[in-house]
């Protein structure tokens, strides 16, 4: 009787050693995982996504940077509020599994101007007022382009991240300024108001934004920007 009691014990001691075996195997394999390093954040080269994120930051650092150099009485003021801005982008790249505070400039020698132009024949047919030969003006004095006339060729458009109602602000037209953009790569057009200046010929708002982009991208690269008002 106590021979059988003793080889129960035995049995239970060796099933309670294994089935601690195979926890430890377990929370091992589990440890494992949880250590695994996190994927490389994606750089602006390699997503849509993070390229337009990097373009927003790269537009608002130097609108910052130009606000520093030139300040005025209302300088104090908008710094603060495209810091507030420049910390928005961060949140996003993070977000969006892209690297942390890189920034690009949004202009002509970053982001080549062929593509845009080669959308420009169906607009032109479509406006035969607005040749594309009189873009080159708008880019260098956006300000003094009539009326319905195609400006900003090659520009790509990009949001600010500042809430609120659709807007824009420009490096290139006064407050006041209407203008209409077209993102050529899903036909969906905004009309809005120029607010405020920035480092870029166009850069929308938060709202104005969403009214044309493509699902999950934050840079629109084939842009028709015309002066409306």
């Given amino acids: 009787?106590?021979?059988?009691?003793?080889?129960?014990?035995?049995?239970?001691?060796?099933?309670?050693?294994?089935?601690?075996?195979?926890?430890?195997?377990?929370?091992?394999?589990?440890?494992t995982t949880s250590n695994a390093a996190p994927p490389a954040p994606k750089s602006a080269s390699e997503s849509t996504v993070c390229l337009g994120l990097a373009t927003a930051l790269g537009n608002n650092q130097k609108f910052i940077a130009d606000q520093r150099a030139n300040p005025d009485a209302q300088s104090e003021a908008r710094i603060a509020n495209r810091e507030a801005v420049v910390a928005e982008i961060k949140r996003k790249q993070e977000a969006s599994g892209c690297a942390v505070g890189e920034s690009a400039q949004d202009s002509?020698?970053?982001?080549?101007?062929?593509?845009?132009?080669?959308?420009?024949?169906?607009?032109?047919?479509?406006?035969?007022?607005?040749p594309a030969a009189s873009a080159p003006a708008g880019n260098t004095g956006g300000g003094a382009a009539a009326s319905g006339q195609q400006v900003c060729n090659g520009s790509t458009v990009t949001l600010s991240g500042e809430g609120?109602?659709?807007?824009?602000?420009?490096?290139?037209?006064?407050?006041?300024?209407?203008?209409?953009v077209t993102?050529?790569?899903?036909n969906k057009s905004t009309t809005v108001e120029v607010t405020s200046v920035s480092g870029s010929c166009a850069l929308l708002n938060n709202a104005a934004f969403e009214q044309v982009r493509e699902?999950?991208?934050?840079?629109?690269?084939?842009?028709?920007?015309?002066?409306v008002g």
Wanted: glycine letters at 10%; charged letters at 15%; proline letters at 9%.
């Fill in 164 to 180: 609120g109602a659709p807007a824009a602000s420009s490096n290139q037209f006064p407050a006041g300024t209407k203008l209409k």
């Fill in 1 to 31: 009787m106590s021979r059988r009691r003793t080889l129960g014990t035995k049995k239970k001691i060796a099933l309670l050693v294994s089935a601690a075996t195979v926890a430890g195997g377990g929370a091992f394999v589990m440890a």
């Fill in 215 to 227: 699902p999950g991208k934050f840079l629109i690269r084939r842009a028709l920007i015309e002066k």
């Fill in 108 to 130: 002509q020698g970053a982001q080549p101007s062929q593509p845009a132009e080669a959308a420009q024949p169906p607009a032109a047919s479509a406006q035969p007022s607005q």
């Fill in 183 to 186: 993102n050529l790569d899903n």
